[in-house]
């Protein structure tokens, strides 16, 4: 198994940046791609960024493009969430998630999660 532990959420005003980090522990081997999911408040769980081991291949959601960046460590296990110029439709809990395969659909792993709140 693997488990995913998120941190560095906050309450921050709209045009602040925000940094949020993954820690990976278990069996963190069989991790090929680590990425980053939010759920609005009232709305359905979607997909903010992504990362794969190796190359480091990237993708993001139209909406953070240019705003987010993900990044990866993989000496220590932990993938991590940039958040620049954030506004208060970014507001909402960030979860964590690895998987074995390059960008899944699913992905077999989550973190608990951590609340961003953005204020206008």
């Known amino acids: 198994q693997v488990q995913l532990v998120e941190s560095g959420g906050g309450l921050v005003q709209a045009g602040d940046s925000l940094r949020l980090s993954c820690a990976a522990s278990?069996?963190?081997?069989?991790?090929?791609?680590m990425g980053w999911f939010r759920q609005p408040p009232g709305k359905e769980r979607e997909f903010v960024a992504a990362?794969?081991?190796?190359?480091?291949?990237?993708r993001y959601a139209d909406s953070v493009k240019g705003r987010f960046t993900i990044s990866r460590d993989n000496a220590n296990n932990t993938v991590s969430l940039q958040m620049n110029n954030l506004k208060p439709e970014d507001t909402a809990v960030y979860y964590c998630?690895?998987?074995?395969?390059?960008?899944?659909?699913?992905?077999?792993?989550w973190g608990q999660g951590t609340q961003v709140t953005v204020s206008s």
């Open positions: 998630a690895a998987d074995r395969a390059g960008f899944p659909r699913d992905y077999d792993f």
């Open positions: 990362i794969t081991r190796g190359f480091g291949s990237t």
């Open positions: 278990g069996r963190t081997f069989v991790i090929y791609t």
